[in-house]
C-alpha cells in the first residue's frame, strides 16, 4: 500500500508533466525527427491506437516489445499527437523505465520526470520492484495509461524473448479489475538486435492489437498465466511482422 | 522429510536456472540465490511455483520475498511442510 506521500508525489508529477506536456512531446518529436526518424504512415498507426483503444477512459496497460532505450518515445509519437495528449492526459503513458538508464545524467533525471517515468531498479530486491508495480497499480486505478515492456528489458536476442518473460504486467492486471490491455509491437526496419538507440534515418513499424487477457488462477500462477499471454500476443505480432518483410 | 533432502530437491528445482554454473558446484545454505548462481530475478516466480508444486505448499507474496538464499528456500518449505501440532 502506498503511503498518502507518495500518492500525492505521483499527483504532483501527473500535475506537473501535463503542465509540460507540449514543450516536452514537441521537443521530443523535434529531437527524433533531427535523427532522422520517421513512422511511415503516421497517421494510419495512430488511427490504429484510436481504434483499438476507443473513446473510453482507461485503465489501459499497453505491453510493448523491448529493443532500444528510446522504445517508449517512439510508442508515445506512434499514438497521438501532443495536443492529443494534453487534451487525453490520461493517455500521456507512464513509463517504468530502469533506473540505471534514466538516472545517467541531471537532465535524463529531469526528462524521466516530466516524462511520467517511474524508475524501476531491474534485478533489484523484490519488495523494491514490488514497490514500483504498487505505485503503477495505484496510477491504473485512477485510469491512466502505464507502459510496461514484459520482456523485463531489452531483448538480448533481438526477438521477443519468451524466456526472460517478467510478471509484472499479470500482477498489474490482477491487482487493477478492469484494466484493458494494448500490446503494441515496434520495431525500426534495419534493427537486427537490441541496442541503445536506433540508427540515423530509421523507420519505424508500429503495430497495436486489443488482448482480452483472462485467466481463472490467482495469485502468481495467475501474473504469470497472464503474463504469459500478452508475450505470446507479442511473439504473434512479430511472426507477423517477419512475414511480411521476408515476403 | 528432513533438511538434506529439502536442500537436494531446492538444488534440483532451481539447477535449470542458474546462469553461473561455476558458483553451483560449491553451494551451500548461505549461496545466495540471485547474486551468486545468478538466477534471473524474473524467474524465481517459476522457483517459487516449481516448490509449491513439488512439496505442496502454499508461499504467499511476502514469504516468497524473503526467499534470499538457498537456505531461506529451505528453511521455508521446513516450516510449511511441518505437521501440524
Known amino acids: 500500500m502506498l503511503s498518502r506521500s ?29 535523427r532522422g526518424y520517421r513512422i511511415p504512415d503516421l497517421r494510419r498507426v495512430r488511427r490504429e491506437f484510436e481504434t483499438e483503444m476507443g473513446p473510453g477512459p482507461g485503465p489501459w496497460l499497453i505491453c510493448a ?5 528510446i522504445d517508449s518515445l517512439v510508442i508515445q509519437w506512434a499514438m497521438a499527437p501532443g495536443w492529443r495528449l494534453f487534451l487525453r492526459r490520461d493517455r500521456f503513458a507512464w513509463n517504468l523505465p530502469d533506473r540505471h538508464n534514466i538516472s545517467r545524467t541531471w537532465w535524463l533525471r529531469v526528462l524521466g520526470y516530466i516524462g511520467k517515468c517511474v524508475p524501476v531498479l531491474r534485478q533489484g530486491p523484490p519488495e523494491e520492484v514490488r514497490r514500483t508495480l504498487e505505485k503503477a497499480a495505484f496510477l491504473l486505478s485512477g485510469a491512466q495509461t502505464v507502459m510496461i515492456f514484459p520482456e523485463g528489458g531489452r531483448s538480448r536476442v533481438g526477438r521477443v524473448d ?11 492486471l490482477l491487482d487493477v479489475p478492469g484494466t484493458q490491455v494494448l500490446c503494441v509491437y515496434a520495431r525500426g526496419v534495419g534493427q537486427k538486435d537490441y541496442g541503445d538507440y536506433p540508427r540515423r534515418g530509421e523507420r519505424f513499424f508500429i503495430r497495436a492489437a486489443r488482448l482480452e487477457a483472462q ?16 508475450v505470446a500476443k507479442l511473439s504473434e505480432m512479430e511472426a507477423e511482422y517477419f512475414e511480411v518483410v521476408d515476403r | ?66 526467499v534470499r538464499t538457498l537456505g531461506d528456500a529451505v528453511q521455508m518449505i521446513m516450516q510449511k511442510t511441518a505437521p501440524a501440532h
Do not use: C
Open chain 1, 65 to 69: 516489445n523491448h529493443l532500444t532505450l
Open chain 1, 6 to 34: 507518495e500518492r500525492i508525489a505521483l499527483r504532483v508529477q501527473e500535475g506537473v508533466s501535463h503542465g509540460l506536456i507540449l514543450l516536452t512531446y514537441y521537443s521530443l518529436e523535434a529531437w527524433l525527427r533531427s
Open chain 1, 162 to 172: 519468451r524466456d526472460q518473460v517478467t510478471y509484472g504486467a499479470g500482477r498489474l
Open chain 2, 1 to 66: 522429510m528432513d533438511n538434506t533432502t529439502a536442500f537436494g530437491k531446492v538444488i534440483d528445482i532451481i539447477k535449470p536456472f542458474v546462469k553461473n554454473t561455476a558458483a553451483f558446484g560449491t553451494v551451500g545454505h548461505e549461496t545466495r540465490i540471485i547474486e551468486d548462481l545468478g538466477v534471473n530475478s524474473a524467474r524465481l516466480v517459476d522457483i517459487i511455483l516449481a516448490f509449491e508444486d513439488e512439496f505442496g505448499i502454499q508461499v504467499d507474496d511476502e514469504a516468497a520475498d524473503r
Open chain 1, 215 to 230: 485467466t481463472a488462477m490467482t495469485g502468481m500462477r495467475g501474473a504469470r498465466d497472464l503474463a504469459t499471454q500478452i
